[in-house]
């Protein structure tokens, strides 16, 4: 029921209904209905604008009353923003106005500011209200904005009125922000009525509106009889068992709702159907103090309370706090705890049904609040535990229910290809910085095994790029889940590898189209559209540099965009996924939070204005974004607000280029206000580690700062999309410096010579669109030795050193982050450094993200100079090595180097896994430092590296482990084929 009810009621926020009876009992009052026309009407409910459903509900409504009702409509903020004097009777009283009155609501803008004071007095005033007799059934989704009293003005109406009364229905309010109307109802002996979503707000018009007809009503209906059983007491957010009898309608429910409340519709989330059973299982509200346990039976009058019961919510030593929603399989959650957060507590998710199984996942409490938690990639009941881990004791402090749903899992890519092509796979599903996509055999089974895979990383919904084999025949692309419980194949599709298959086309480019709504037709707009950040694809932002009217349709590739449109009075934004199987055209909606171009104010100005300084070239104070043309230099860009330049240049960045006259690309660097953030166009000297580079064609790199704020990616984005370089004629000439044929070059040149740093394209391993080093992106350095998987849209180089190499990993999309392997100068310690089988994997502690602790856990699972010698698959397996001689057996999912002679005869290895949290496991056999070290046989030493392990993993490796003498010394290089055979069983043979 309270989803059947969402369809209309809700609707009505924003409108003021004014009723003066005549004195007939028999007759429907004279009403007049005063219509919020502000901005705030654009504000949304279960996804759809305010207005929009306010004009189905004032539709809605007038069909159930009376044609002899006279009716009337007073809107305001519908003509101007920011002006409190926008009030119009639109629609004089009289009766069978009643579609008069919803076409003139269907035609108004919503644009303005709420004088809810006198527009309250204003249709007061037109009925006469000191002559006869009126109601004012006021429904609001906002506060007075007019510095008017509506208190005060209560007062003043109820004194000066015949028989005077207000009745308000606060729609969406907060208790403080309801607190603030309700005394309009409360100085007038009327109601005030809190409504949080459309049932609510049905049922309130219902009430205040309809009750004021006084036609004969039916003979009311008996109340059934219900009785509840529920426990006085509970912790907040926890869960309790409701015993209950009634008539078990099919609509019927239990709620919990604070305990003064008077409405039947309370609008509460804690709620459960009777049709579910007995006892009906409610979760506790997260505040504690005095609430009901209520029945509400659906009759044929309406809902109605036939049973309460009282509870009293304490707080408490634990709780937990699940996202709303529904979770899917797989995914991956942020759960917020309360506990006393011991250094061994932990949070654990357990089969319903079977909790003596163990922990399907866990996270530990001293790591993160919230936690972030994968879930069984099976749909089911679970629940969520917060485990109390003492000296001597390990229980569970608080449970909640946990239910997962299958969720959609699909993957799109092309059927038939060549040998070795590139497939872009879109995909569909958890989106685990875990999961990955695979190729295997058709007839393959396991869920590991795989010929090549790529990690979905959570690095948002863009296509992930596999080779295909180069034998043909047929194959599956598989979605594979790292879910708790372990790894699961959620969907396949078949693939056929032939020589003579069609080429690949490239990504497709799908068209998008950008509107606003009926209201602002006509309305000149200038758009943009910039990709967020995070997506594992860089799609390239896009602004217009004139202003339309109508409808825009432009080309796009598909992503997520912020998009954006600049009119003079009003600014509209939205935020859109553009699909390659969607239809694509998106209404975008005014957002009253964002204030309009109105005129932009652009620099260059007088030198040392506006305490900028002389070097001040070009400022937009916005809030649109500025076009800006430099005639000296031909360069053009669109300036976001808020941000400057200095002056663009072309001259060379040494006096001996200066004096000869050479003539460079145009540099120039923009500024922040307020803040040291930075974008630099044609940087002499650029430092990867600095942020990252894109090359800009004729004029070079165009550089930011390292940042993980929004609004300087958006800003990188919108410049880059933007820049044009039409030179004068005087300037047709261009020295293209040390750049090589290949349009690679440094970031910058001096004296013909390259500058200290380097572009993407020149790091000696890509994982690029369009340029990768090694196809599936299973990197070896030759020089070093050094192997690892590097991620999507990211680069490394390796330099080596002693006694591990160095290496430093940078992105070149998104959030543009870099990840250093042994740097040279670390200032933080051992702040933000993990350990790896090849020396201490480093990244900046205070900008790390999902997406980027992914990629650290997939570099420090795969970086090794070793050669991998076994990796289990979900049950415990054996290894064995002839040379050096080294045998064992080793836990599920486990896996173990080839060993390496020591000088003194003993024989080093490594062993580690990657549990379901993600954490990083490593064992070392004779290796140096190490923690909780045992003899594992005569002279050899067994050390734990990480936390994490589990006493039967180390117990299982140094029970069964076998070593003899080496036969012979050295290190010996792996061959092609065995490092990629080795690279695929890091991944799961």
């Known amino acids: 029921m309270k989803n059947a009810l969402l369809k209309i009621g809700s609707l009505l926020a924003g ?195 309809a009750a004021q007809q006084t036609a004969p009503q039916p003979a009311p209906v008996a109340l059934p009889e219900a009785v509840i059983s529920a426990p006085s007491t509970a912790a907040i957010a926890t869960t309790i068992d409701v015993e209950w009898t009634g008539p078990n309608n099919a609509e019927d429910y239990l709620e919990i709702v604070p305990a003064r409340t008077s409405e039947v519709v309370s609008g509460s989330r804690n709620y459960a159907y009777t049709r579910e059973g007995s006892p009906a299982r409610l979760l506790v509200p997260a505040n504690e103090g005095d609430y009901l346990v209520r029945y509400i039976w659906s009759g044929p009058e309406g809902r109605k309370v036939l049973a309460t019961a009282p509870l009293t919510v304490s707080d408490s030593e634990f709780a937990i706090f699940l996202p709303e929603g529904p979770i899917q399989m ?127 990383g959570g690095a948002g919904p863009g296509p992930r790029e596999l080779g295909a084999p180069t034998e043909p025949g047929n194959y599956l692309i598989r979605y594979l889940s790292e879910g708790a419980g372990g790894r699961r194949v959620l969907a396949s599709i078949p693939l056929s590898v032939d020589p003579n298959a069609p080429e690949i086309p490239a990504i497709a480019m799908v068209e998008a189209t950008f509107d606003v709504p009926g209201d602002f037709a006509g309305t000149a707009i200038q758009w943009s559209a910039v990709p967020l950040p995070g997506q594992s694809t860089a799609p390239e932002a896009w602004a217009m540099n004139e202003f339309v009217t109508g409808p825009v349709t432009q080309q796009f590739e598909p992503g997520t965009y912020a998009v954006r449109g600049d009119a003079a009075d009003v600014v509209f934004t939205g935020e859109v996924t553009i699909s390659s199987d969607g239809q694509n055209r998106f209404v975008i909606l005014p957002d009253e939070t964002q204030a309009p171009a109105g005129s932009i104010d652009l620099v260059p100005s007088k030198p040392g204005s506006d305490n900028l300084g002389e070097d001040t070239g070009y400022l937009c104070e916005g809030p649109a974004p500025c076009p800006i043309t430099d005639g000296s230099t031909g360069l053009s860009f669109m300036l976001p607000a808020g941000w400057s330049t200095d002056y663009p240049t072309t001259e060379g960045y040494t006096r001996g280029a200066q004096a000869a006259g050479d003539v460079f690309p145009p540099r120039v660097n923009f500024f922040r206000t307020g803040t040291n953030d930075a974008l630099v166009l044609g940087p002499r000297q650029w430092v990867a580690m600095n942020g990252p580079c894109e090359e800009m064609g004729a004029l070079g790199p165009f550089c930011m700062f390292e940042s993980t704020d929004p609004q300087v990616l958006a800003a990188y984005q919108l410049v880059k999309a933007t820049l044009k370089w039409d030179p004068p004629q005087d300037q047709s000439s261009l020295d293209r410096g040390c750049a090589d044929d290949d349009g690679h070059g440094p970031d910058a040149c001096e004296n013909g010579m390259e500058a200290e740093a380097k572009a993407f394209s020149d790091y000696s391993h890509r994982c690029l669109p369009g340029d990768r080093t090694v196809q599936n992106c299973d990197m070896r350095d030759g020089a070093t030795n050094l192997s690892f998987h590097l991620p999507e849209d990211w680069v490394a180089e390796v330099e080596p050193s002693s006694p591990f190499p160095r290496a430093e990993f940078a992105q070149q999309a998104g959030s543009a982050h870099s990840i250093w392997l042994n740097p040279k100068d670390w200032l933080l310690g051992d702040r933000g450094c993990f350990l790896t089988r090849v020396g201490q994997l480093c990244l900046d502690p205070d900008s790390v993200d999902e997406a980027l602790d992914g990629v650290r856990q997939t570099l420090q699972f795969t970086l090794t100079t070793g050669e991998v010698l076994r990796r289990c698959g979900d049950e415990e397996c054996d290894f064995s090595h002839p040379n050096p001689a080294l045998s064992g057996r080793l836990p599920a999912l486990w896996s173990v180097e080839v060993g390496r002679p020591l000088p003194d005869g003993r024989i080093s290895t490594w062993f580690w896994d990657r549990d379901r949290a993600g954490n990083f496991k490593l064992i070392g056999l004779n290796q140096p430092d190490g923690d909780n070290c045992l003899e594992a046989g005569e002279g050899q030493i067994l050390c734990e590296y990480t936390p994490y392990i589990s006493t039967d993993e180390f117990d299982l490796i140094r029970e069964n482990l076998k070593v003899s003498a080496a036969a012979s010394s050295g290190i010996r290089t792996l061959a092609p084929a065995e490092f990629d055979r080795a690279l695929s069983i890091v991944r799961g043979n």
């Open 15 to 209: 409108l003021l209904l004014v009723q003066i009876p005549t004195g007939h009992a028999e007759e429907a009052p004279r009403t007049i209905i005063v219509m919020d026309g502000s901005g705030s009407m654009w504000g949304q409910i279960d996804g759809r604008p305010k207005l929009e459903i306010a004009r189905e509900a004032v539709a809605d409504v007038l069909t159930r009353l009376p044609a002899e009702q006279e009716l009337g409509l007073i809107a305001y903020g519908h003509r101007s923003k920011g002006n409190c004097g926008d009030i119009e009777l639109l629609v004089p009283p009289g009766k069978n106005t009643g579609q008069t009155v919803v076409g003139a609501v269907n035609a108004m803008r919503f644009l303005g500011k709420t004088p809810l004071s006198a527009a309250v007095r204003q249709a007061a005033e037109a009925l006469r209200y000191g002559e006869e007799s009126a109601t004012v059934v006021l429904v609001t989704d906002g506060l007075e904005t007019c510095e008017a009293d509506p208190c005060a003005l209560a007062s003043e109406l109820e004194a000066a009125g015949v028989n005077f009364t207000a009745h308000v229905v606060g729609f969406g309010l907060s208790k403080e922000d309801g607190a603030q109307v309700a005394c309009l109802a409360e100085n007038t002996g009327g109601r005030y009525i809190q409504a949080s979503n459309t049932a609510d707000l049905t049922d309130a018009l219902t009430q205040t509106v």
């Open 330 to 456: 797989g995914s991956t959650i942020s759960v917020r705890w309360k506990g006393p957060d011991g250094p061994g507590d932990y949070l654990a998710i357990r089969e319903t049904v079977n909790a003596e199984a163990g922990d399907l996942n866990y996270a530990y409490t001293k790591d993160a609040n919230p936690a972030e938690m994968v879930v069984p990639n099976v749909p089911g009941d679970f629940e969520l535990l917060y485990i109390v881990e003492g000296s001597g004791e390990r229980r569970p402090g608080v449970s909640v229910p946990l239910k997962i749903v299958e969720g959609e899992v699909s993957l799109q890519a092309a059927l038939l290809v060549r040998p070795g092509a590139t497939i872009a796979v879109r995909w569909k599903g958890p989106g685990s910085s875990l999961d990955y996509i695979d190729i295997v055999p058709s007839n393959h089974t396991e869920p590991s095994g795989e010929l090549t895979y790529a990690y979905i």
